[in-house]
């Protein structure tokens, strides 16, 4: 079973970046197909990006393209997501989670119902 969890959190001011981190334990995330969330106050969680871990495979939000990039390093067990021109509307709560079938391209990578594990989700503010 994997485990996952998110860092990289924290207070930045608009216009900052942040890379976030999910690290695996447990088992390695080679075979497998990890997304990132965000859930903001008040609001549904929602798919930001996702990454085939083995061949690198990328999927963003369309809205996102621009500011943010999702990485991996195999060796590691990690999954970054690096956030850039950061905004207020970019707070919330940014969690990874690993996909039910180990491939993004199944389809509905954005929603949480293929996701069978998650992280406890680590806080981004964006704020002066």
């Known amino acids: 079973q994997v485990q996952l969890v998110e860092s990289g959190g924290g207070l930045v001011q608009p216009g900052g970046s942040l890379r976030l981190s999910c690290r695996g334990s447990?088992?390695?995330?080679?075979?497998?197909?990890i997304g990132w969330f965000r859930q903001a106050p008040g609001k549904e969680r929602e798919g930001i990006s996702c990454?085939?871990?083995?061949?690198?495979?990328?999927y963003m939000l369309t809205s996102l393209k621009d500011r943010f990039t999702i990485s991996r390093d195999n060796a590691k067990r990690m999954v970054y997501l690096q956030m850039n021109s950061l905004k207020p509307e970019d707070t919330g709560v940014y969690y990874c989670?690993?996909?039910?079938?180990?491939?993004?391209?199944?389809?509905?990578?954005?929603?949480?119902?293929?996701?069978?594990?998650w992280g406890q989700g680590t806080q981004v503010t964006v704020s002066s």
């Open positions: 989670a690993k996909h039910s079938s180990n491939s993004c391209g199944s389809g509905f990578w954005w929603e949480v119902g293929p996701y069978d594990e």
């Open positions: 447990g088992l390695t995330l080679d075979p497998y197909a």
């Open positions: 990454i085939n871990i083995r061949v690198g495979t990328t």
